[in-house]
Nanobody, 121 residues
């Protein structure tokens, strides 16, 4: 079993930055894909970004050029650096992982409980 714990959410002004972290524990040494989904009020959950253990990445069009995903394989941790935040980035952000792959829209097998990101003036 794999457990995922997110941290780093909060309230930020438009144009500001936040850094999210997700730490995996349990049988986590063989996790291949780790990443982030988000769900805004009244909207479907959507993929934000993910990264594999061999370095490949994928980003949603809405966050390209603003968000950067990174990963520390030794610490079983994935990060999401969010810059130039917009009002529409407000959502609950969920960590997601799988031993094989993350396939939108359903995502991988393991999920964190989520962390709230609110962008507001």
């Amino acid at each position: 079993q794999v457990q995922l714990v997110e941290s780093g959410g909060g309230l930020v002004q438009p144009g500001g930055s936040l850094r999210l972290s997700c730490a995996a524990s349990g049988q986590s040494f063989s996790i291949f894909a780790m990443g982030w989904y988000r769900q805004a009020p009244g909207k479907q959950r959507e993929l934000v970004a993910f990264m594999t253990s061999i370095g490949s990445t994928k980003y949603a069009d809405a966050v390209k050029g603003r968000f950067v995903i990174s990963r520390d394989n030794d610490k079983n941790t994935v990060y999401l650096q969010m810059n130039s935040l917009k009002l529409e980035d407000t959502a609950v952000y969920y960590c997601n992982a799988d031993f094989v792959s993350i396939k939108p829209p359903q995502g991988g097998a393991y999920w964190g409980q989520g962390t709230q990101v609110t962008v507001s003036s």
